[in-house]
Nanobody, 115 residues
Framework: QVQLVESGGGLVQPGESLRLSCAAS????????MSWYRQAPGKERELVAT???????KYADSVKGRFTISRDNAKNTVYLQMNSLKPQDTAVYSC?????????WGQGTQVTVSS
């Protein structure tokens, strides 16, 4: 079955970096667009970044120039490199894929940016 497993979250100080990973299984990873979403307490879920196959990337305005989404089709993994982190980036980050009209989410990984 489809599985998405995130890792790499943690507690960092403002200005620091983190790299999130999402390991995918159960589908032909290289054929599908992958996305990262985030949800902060009391806020709606927000689309952070999407990477398509063939490669094209889209970002939320709030992370442009700071975050980079990438994928390794040989490892069935999508990454989110987050630089210059801000307290407002604090959220649970989840990866997402839509397969033939069905939506799949990972369990999420917590990112906390605080001094």
């Amino acid at each position: 079955q489809v599985q998405l497993v995130e890792s790499g979250g943690g507690l960092v100080q403002p200005g620091e970096s983190l790299r999130l990973s999402c390991a995918a299984s159960g589908f032909a990873f290289s054929n599908y667009a992958m996305s990262w979403y985030r949800q902060a307490p009391g806020k709606e879920r927000e689309l952070v970044a999407t990477i398509s196959s063939p490669i094209s990337r889209k970002y939320a305005d709030s992370v442009k120039g700071r975050f980079t989404i990438s994928r390794d089709n040989a490892k069935n993994t999508v990454y989110l490199q987050m630089n210059s982190l801000k307290p407002q980036d604090t959220a649970v980050y989840s990866c997402f894929v839509r397969l033939r009209g069905s939506d799949y989410w990972g369990q999420g990984t917590q990112v906390t940016v605080s001094s």
